[in-house]
């Protein structure tokens, strides 16, 4: 079985500071990880995924995440935090879409970044 | 393209009513979920259909039905809702070739 933890609920930043966001799963076989975004009273939108090959991955906005196999962390960086980077995110998981392709993706608990002018 | 798209956006039902919230992609994708957030426990599925013609129960099902009318087309049914049923539901398509879920805008239903 796989799962996702995000630890940290809320992640205050400055505007102009670094932000990252921590995440680390847990399975037995090789997985894809996934950050989305959720602007307030909006549906799910992908920032950036990691299927395979470089485990730095770019994403939307100026984010991006580095797999790290021997940790299992998949944490979202950006080195400059804007305004309109107040959202919340998500983590997943998923080993990958099946026959038929159904896709079984587990979601972290998110993190709501909040960042302070 | 519209990508997914779900109505209604909010409902409020009383205890014991039904309703079914409707929900369509123009992707064509074969495969859509539903799913549900609350505060602090992040999306879990309720019911998804890996293609058309079928449908498979997720983590938290009960209190629901589904139907997969077409392959645009998913429905999410509750028959007698609950109070614990308050909650944002997601209706999402998926992409086997790109591993992605692309999501629509949800609807806000509130039990009373």
């Known amino acids: 079985a796989q799962s996702v933890t995000q630890l940290d609920s809320q992640v205050p930043v400055f505007e102009e500071a670094p932000v990252e966001l921590r995440c680390n799963y847990s399975?037995?076989?090789?997985?894809?990880l996934f950050w989305y975004v959720q602007y307030p009273n909006q549906g799910l939108q992908l920032l950036l995924k990691y299927l395979s090959g470089s485990t730095l991955v770019k994403g939307i906005n100026g984010f991006e995440a580095e797999f790290k196999k021997s940790e299992t962390s998949f944490h979202l960086t950006k080195p400059s935090a804007h305004m309109s980077d107040a959202a919340e995110y998500f983590c997943a998981v998923s080993l990958g879409a099946i026959s038929g392709g159904y896709q079984k993706v587990t979601f972290g608990t998110g993190t709501k970044l909040q960042v302070i002018p | 393209n519209a990508g997914v798209t779900q109505t209604p956006k909010f409902q409020v039902l009383k205890t014991g009513q039904s309703m079914t919230l409707q929900c369509a992609q123009d992707?064509?994708?074969?495969?859509m979920y539903w799913y549900r957030q609350d505060p602090g426990m992040g999306l879990r599925l309720i019911y998804y259909?890996?293609?058309?013609?079928?449908?498979d129960k997720g983590e938290v099902p009960n209190g629901y039905n589904v139907s997969r009318l077409n392959k645009r087309e998913f429905s999410l049914r509750l028959e007698s809702a609950a109070p614990s049923q308050t909650s944002v539901y997601f209706c999402a398509s998926g992409s086997w070739l790109s591993n992605e879920q692309f999501f629509g805008p949800g609807t806000r239903l509130t039990v009373l």
């Open positions: 992707m064509n994708h074969n495969s």
């Open positions: 259909s890996a293609s058309e013609g079928t449908t």
């Open positions: 399975s037995s076989v090789s997985v894809y």
